[in-house]
């Protein structure tokens, strides 16, 4: 059984640019969610959803970061105008339930020049 | 916050110690989990203990969990070369949101 997929593994975008990263959870997992990990440091929760409706978004960091996952299924979280900031590794997981243990992507490392 | 704390940063340590390391938190929990993490991959579950639970264990692995004063702690026994990565500790709500801490990087010479 094939676990949590994310595409592309690696990004490079200039400043400015727009850029969409996806993520395909483990089938028949309910839950999905969106991390950002900086260098050193641990995963900072960004949103999840369950099925297709995004249930807590607190954590994006701006409102140029926008996700979504409207079959319930794939997810893709999109960045819009990125900055350097915005250079970390997206982390994908996902769960059969909420509440249930996470099972993590190998994230896609995001890198903004 | 509800973000877990490890402790210690960073521990170094033959094969065959034990590895401790402790988490701590500052509100109610649904439950407290633990992950690992080697560099550059995801995060892999390791367990899960509920609040109403004080340890639990799997494999080499043990677990304690401690309501009353916030904490947690993971116990390593005989670890090996392996077992180098960084872990995690995640308090979770009963919605299943996570928030991780810094975590501990633990490195096993042979």
């Known amino acids: 059984g094939a676990g949590v997929s994310q595409s592309p593994r690696y990004k490079v975008a200039k400043r400015g640019q727009d850029v969409a990263l996806r993520c395909d959870p483990i089938?028949?997992?309910?839950?999905l969610f969106w991390y950002q990990q900086a260098l050193g440091q641990g995963p900072e929760f960004l949103t999840y959803?369950?099925?297709?409706?995004?249930?807590?978004k607190s954590g994006l960091p701006s409102d140029r970061f926008f996700a979504e996952r409207p079959e319930g299924s794939v997810s893709t979280l999109k960045i819009q105008r990125t900055q350097q900031e915005d250079s970390a590794v997206y982390l994908c997981?996902?769960?059969?339930?909420?509440?249930?243990?996470?099972?993590f992507g190998d994230g896609t490392r995001l890198s903004i020049l | 916050s509800q973000q877990g704390e490890e402790d210690p940063q960073a521990l170094s340590i033959q094969e065959g110690e034990n590895a401790t390391m402790n988490c701590s938190y500052k509100?109610?929990?649904?439950?407290l989990q633990w992950y690992r993490q080697n560099s550059g991959r995801g995060l892999v579950h390791l367990i899960l203990?509920?609040?109403?639970?004080r340890e639990k264990h799997s494999g080499r692995l043990r677990v304690t969990l401690d309501t009353s004063k916030k904490s947690s702690s993971l116990l390593i026994t005989a670890s090996r070369a392996a077992d180098t990565a960084s872990y995690f500790c995640?308090?979770?709500?009963?919605?299943?949101?996570?928030?991780f801490g810094a975590g501990t990087q633990v490195v096993v010479t042979p």
């Open positions: 997981a996902s769960s059969l339930e909420l509440g249930q243990p996470q099972h």
């Open positions: 509100t109610s929990i649904n439950n």
């Open positions: 203990i509920r609040s109403n639970e």
């Open positions: 995640a308090p979770g709500d009963s919605w299943g949101k996570l928030q």
């Open positions: 959803f369950q099925n297709e409706a995004q249930l807590d």
């Open positions: 089938s028949g997992h309910v839950s």
